[in-house]
Antibody, heavy 118, light 106 residues
C-alpha cells in the first residue's frame, strides 16, 4: 500500500523560501509514476502546484512556475517542493499526492499546514 | 487554463435522498475527469476517475457521468458519512480543480 507523508517547517517568513519534503513508503519512486504537490488555503479550494516524474522531468502550474522547484531523491524515496518569495497568500495546507495517468490523484498525504508570517 | 465550475456551491439533502452535483469545464476535457470527497481536517479521497469509473473501495451509491464539458456526480442514497465537500478535477491539460460543492444535512 502506497503511503505519502509531508514534512517541513510550519512557519515561514514573508519573502523567504518554503521547503517541504514528501516521503513515499510502500513503493519505490524510481519504479515510475509522476509525483505531485497540491495546496489548499484555509477554507478554500484545491490548487495543483506541480508534478515530477521519477526521472526528474517536471511540469508546473503556469501561475506559480516562476517560483516553484520540485525535485526528486530516489535514494531516499522522497520528492521535495521549494516555493520562493512567499507571501501571506501562500499560507495553505500543502499535500503531496501521486497523479495516476488517466485517473486523478491517488493516494494523498495527510497534508501539512504552512503559515507565512513574520 | 481550463476552468472548472461546480454547482451548486452548497447542496442541502436529507439522509437517504439522492444528491446530484454538477461540474462544467470551460473547454472539452474528454473523459479526463475525477471526483474527490473531502471531510474536515482530511485529505481529499479519490471517488471517480475517467468520469465514470469508481476508485477502489468506493461504494456503488457513488456514480459519475458525462464527457466533454458537462459532468455529474450522483450519490444515490446519502449516508451520514457522505456529508462532505466534493471537488471535480480535470487532467486533460495541466490539472485544475473546481471550487467544490458542500453537501450538508437538510
Amino acid at each position: 500500500q502506497v503511503q505519502l507523508q509531508e514534512s517541513g517547517p510550519g512557519l515561514v517568513k514573508p519573502s523567504e523560501t518554503l521547503s517541504l519534503t514528501c516521503t513515499v513508503s510502500g513503493y519505490s519512486i524510481s519504479s515510475g509514476y509522476y509525483w505531485g504537490w497540491i495546496r489548499q488555503p484555509p477554507g478554500k479550494g484545491l490548487e495543483w502546484i506541480g508534478s515530477i516524474y521519477h526521472s526528474g522531468s517536471t511540469y508546473y502550474n503556469p501561475s506559480l512556475k516562476s517560483r516553484v522547484t520540485i525535485s526528486v531523491d530516489t535514494s531516499k524515496n522522497q520528492f521535495s517542493l521549494k516555493l520562493s518569495s512567499v507571501t501571506a497568500a501562500d499560507t495553505a495546507v500543502y499535500y503531496c499526492a501521486r497523479p495516476v495517468a488517466a485517473a486523478g490523484f491517488d493516494p494523498w498525504g495527510q497534508g501539512t499546514l504552512v503559515t507565512v508570517s513574520s | 487554463e481550463i476552468v472548472m465550475t461546480q454547482s451548486p456551491a452548497t447542496l442541502s439533502v436529507s439522509p437517504g435522498e439522492r444528491a446530484t452535483l454538477s461540474c462544467r469545464a470551460s473547454q472539452s476535457v474528454s473523459s479526463n475527469l475525477a471526483w474527490y470527497q473531502q471531510k474536515p481536517g482530511q485529505a481529499p479521497r479519490l471517488l471517480i476517475y475517467g468520469a465514470s469509473t469508481r476508485a477502489t473501495g468506493i461504494p456503488a451509491r457513488f456514480s459519475g457521468s458525462g464527457s466533454g464539458t458537462e459532468f455529474t456526480l450522483t450519490i444515490s442514497s446519502l449516508q451520514s458519512e457522505d456529508f462532505a465537500v466534493y471537488y471535480c478535477q480535470q487532467y486533460n491539460n495541466w490539472p485544475s480543480f473546481g471550487q467544490g460543492t458542500k453537501v450538508e444535512i437538510k
